[in-house]
C-alpha cells in the first residue's frame, strides 16, 4: 500500500487567486493522478502526472487552468489558476499499486472560492 | 458515450441486514471493475477489484458480482454494521487519453445503516 499526503488540507481563497495544492507519497511512483469532486458527484480525472515528461490531461482540462509539476517520483503538485467560485470542489491525488490496478487516494484538498 | 450509474437515492437498511449496492455501466467493455469505500472529508479507499472472466469475488463480509452480459455489478454487504455508512463507488478501467489505463468512477451510493 502507499500513504499519501496532501497540503494543505483546505483553503478558502479569492476569486482571480491561484492556489498550488501538493501531493507526497511514501514510495517512488510512476504515475500519479489529479482528480476533481464537485459537490455531490463523482471524481473526475483531470491529469496524470509521470515524472520526467507533462501532465497528460483529460478532455475537458487544460495546462494553463491546471499546471501540474512532478520533480520526482515521490512528489507532485497541481495548481489551481486564476480561480473562480466554479473551481470551488475537492481535489485528490492518487496513485496506483504496483502489480495491481487499485488506487490509493489522498485524504484531498477541500477548496473554497469566494 | 461511456456511462457508469449507480443509485444516487441513499440506501437506509436495518443493522444485521444485508446490503445490495448496483452499478450498471454502457458503452464500456472493462477488464475490471472495482468498488471504493468514501466517508466524508476522506479520499475514497480500495475493497474489491472483479475482473471479466471472474463471476463473484468475496472478502470477509463483502461480495461483489460481475455480470458483463448485463453490464451490471452488485455490491453486497452482509450483517452490515452502523460503521459500514459510507458512500460506496464503482469504478471502471479506462484509457487514458495518453495511453494506460484510467479509472472511470460511478457517482456513488450512499449506504447509512441504522440501528
Known sequence: SAVISQKPSRDICQRGTSLTIQCQVDSQVTMMFWYRQQPGQSLTLIATANQGSEATYESGFVIDKFPISRPNLTFSTLTVSNMSPEDSSIYLCSVEAQLANEQFFGPGTRLTVL | ?115
Open chain 2, 1 to 115: 458515450s461511456q456511462k457508469i450509474e449507480q443509485n444516487s437515492e441513499a440506501l437506509n437498511i436495518q443493522e444485521g441486514k444485508t446490503a445490495t449496492l448496483t452499478c450498471n455501466y454502457t458503452n464500456y467493455s472493462p477488464a475490471y471493475l472495482q468498488w471504493y469505500r468514501q466517508d466524508p472529508g476522506r479520499g475514497p479507499v480500495f475493497l474489491l477489484l472483479i475482473r471479466e472472466n471472474e463471476k463473484e469475488k468475496r472478502k470477509e463480509r463483502l461480495k461483489v458480482t460481475f455480470d458483463t452480459t448485463l453490464k451490471q455489478s452488485l455490491f453486497h454487504i452482509t450483517a452490515s454494521q452502523p460503521a459500514d455508512s459510507a458512500t460506496y463507488l464503482c469504478a471502471l478501467e479506462g484509457i487514458l487519453t495518453g495511453g494506460g489505463n484510467k479509472l472511470t468512477f460511478g457517482t456513488g451510493t450512499q449506504l447509512k445503516v441504522e440501528l
